[in-house]
């Protein structure tokens, strides 16, 4: 069982920028995938980006393309989120996954979801 416990949410404005923590733990860490999503109230669960650990595999969404950077450190079993530049819109609750598919949960907005997720750590940009 892979347990995920995000941090770093709050509240900022528009054009500041936070870092997303997500600390995993379990067995077997180094076979699944790990990910970002967020949902906004009214709004689906957007896939945001993921990564593997070894490093070899990333994918990142539309809406995270060009302002948001997934990164980890395996030392501490953590996976980050750096967000830049940040817009009203991406005002969400941000959640934390981890699946061992490579594809499926991270590449069809149709496809599975991930098997483990986090508790979710509110955003909130001020405009």
């Known amino acids: 069982q892979v347990q995920l416990v995000e941090s770093g949410g709050g509240l900022v404005q528009a054009g500041g920028s936070l870092r997303l923590s997500c600390v995993a733990s379990g067995p077997s860490l180094r076979t699944y995938i790990m990910g970002w999503f967020r949902q906004a109230p009214g709004k689906e669960r957007e896939f945001l980006a993921a990564m593997s650990w070894s490093g070899d595999m990333t994918y990142l969404g539309e809406s995270a393309a060009g302002r948001f950077t997934i990164s980890r450190d395996s030392a501490k079993n953590t996976v980050y989120l750096q967000m830049n530049n940040l817009k009203a819109d991406d005002s969400a609750v941000y959640y934390c996954?981890?699946?061992?598919?490579?594809?499926?949960?991270?590449?069809?907005?149709?496809?599975?979801?991930?098997?483990?997720w986090g508790q979710g750590t509110q955003v909130t940009v001020s405009s």
């Open positions: 996954a981890a699946d061992a598919r490579r594809s499926g949960p991270w590449t069809s907005s149709k496809g599975p979801l991930p098997d483990y």
